[in-house]
């Protein structure tokens, strides 16, 4: 092999020839100038950057880089050339392909960028060396990384390993609920392509699954328009069994690896609105910004309302007819319109899934252009057209957050009394949020507001204990006590929830401070009889568990006797001390739900 010499100064680019680009960090480093040497942390291998890469990205240890490189001696002799066979290689990081520092280099360079790394022996040739290297030698490599494909362990035990040929944009990937448009060429270990897509590929839904386990995995994973190859083991394929020709499959042998190139062309993301999986709202366009509707907006929409055999029962907005405008969270349609229109931005268009539960139920109803049956699933197309939102309190002035405040609040109270009492709850969530205690009122205003802040609270816990929250009542009332020490309302809710928590002895202190203020409460000394019924019951329960105790205790002891009088009179043992015994007592105080009626006050 004929001796060269290596990298030359005139090979390095002149600094002030080139843009500014952000560079390599280490370990908090400056990034390195063209020209300037550094060792790479504290491996031993020192880098010399001659020329810059593009962008920022690096490649990591199991992606595939394309690379040229030379390779010299301290003194310049060359010992392996991509450069002299004409032909740039590939090699996966981590494996030392060639050698394993020049893999730890490399994981420093940007697309487009040389650099001269020197390695140690211990990360060369070591003691064997090679040809030309002698035994323990320093050794050079000049490297241009030319790409790399990236290189992802999908299912994280090597069944699916996905290598990123083309990137996608944006950040967003799909979810489980959406729906995936896909592109796919499937093909065996000898090339035998077994399933391909029509040009305008395929869709499905992820958590639906399609073609084999590997398939929505791996979409899972990816970008709007990346491309990727996959190689995908039997147990994420067709396992042990294979599979059979089908319309959309050729026959694939038992325990076959597929090679998959997967393209996600596009998808609609897929909403659980309720978070019950009875409202779905699938986006096919997405609206304007960041501002969706919310509760409390007044929105216009257009829509197209069908069974889900297709059958037209409604249209606003459409062919010149007019939309519908209303307000969310006021029961002006069915709920299930209503609380998806609220997530929706302006532009937005979407199709809605709504079971019967946020529909029309099981009612049969009339609507324009058909009826529509009990228990029918119902499909929205809707565009939202426009929404105007809620004013909210930083956009008020004080008078005004007052007057939204008592308005809120006399709305909830209309709700409460027609048993609607989630809504209701909301409402008095938001008439407490107007008069806040983060916000600043004056001195004739603080009296005002905080009565009704302590109002809302009171209100709210009466809703809470409607809707069984119990903690949420107890919560709400000690607000309140904790600005009005005496309040008997708070004191009756809270030792009302107490009860039902069975905290018994804590629903006996707030009934006693209650009847300290008014012994002559009703509602009050009604609760407290019912509070003492329980306690007698508890103590019946406990004095039936200690005589069930001591029984036991008592079989145990006189068992113990027997036995230890056995003992003696087998093994001619006397005068041996009488065993005692103590027995720790454990008392259970619970007790069952008291079901009586809550009494209500707005």
Known sequence: MGVEKGTRDSDIEREED???EPGEVIESAPPLKVGEERELGNSGIKKKLLKRGLGWETPEFNDEVTVHYVGTLLDGTKFDSTRDRDSSVIMKLGQGE?????????????KGERALFTLPPELGFGVAGRDVVPTNSFVRYEVELVSWIKVVDVSKDGGIIKKIVEKGDKHERPGDLDEVLVKYQVALADGTIVAKTLEEGIEFYVKDGHLCP??????????????????VQPQYAFGQEGKDASDAICPVPPNSTLYIDLELTSFKPVIDVTGDAKVFKKILKEGEGSLVANEGATVTISYTARLEDGTVFERKGIDDGQPLQFITD???????????????KKGEHAILTVKPEYGFGNIETKRDLAIVPPSSILVYEVEMLDFIKEKTPWEMNNQEKIKAAERKKEEGNLLFKSGKYLRAGKKYDKAASYVGEEEIFGDDEQKLVTAMRVTCWLNKAAC???????????????????????NIKALYRRAQALIQTTDLVSADMDIKKALEVDPQNREVKLIQKTLKQLQAESNKRDAKLYSNMFADMTKQTSAITKKLKVERADDDM????PVAMEMENVADNSYPSDNGKAVDSC
Request: hydrophobic content about 45%; aromatic content about 4%; proline content about 1%.
């Open 464 to 486: 809470s204990l409607k809707l069984n929250d119990f903690q949420g009542a107890i919560k709400l009332c000690s607000k309140v006590l904790g600005i009005e020490f005496y």
């Open 330 to 344: 006021e029961e002006q349609v069915i709920a299930g319109l209503d609380q998806a229109v609220a997530t929706m």
């Open 98 to 110: 060639v050698v394993a520092g020049l893999d730890h280099g490399i994981i420093t360079m940007k």
């Open 214 to 231: 590997a398939l929505p995995k791996a979409t899972m994973t990816m970008k709007r328009g990346e491309k990727v190859k996959l190689v």
């Open 18 to 20: 080139l843009d500014e």
């Open 574 to 577: 006397k005068n041996v001390e």
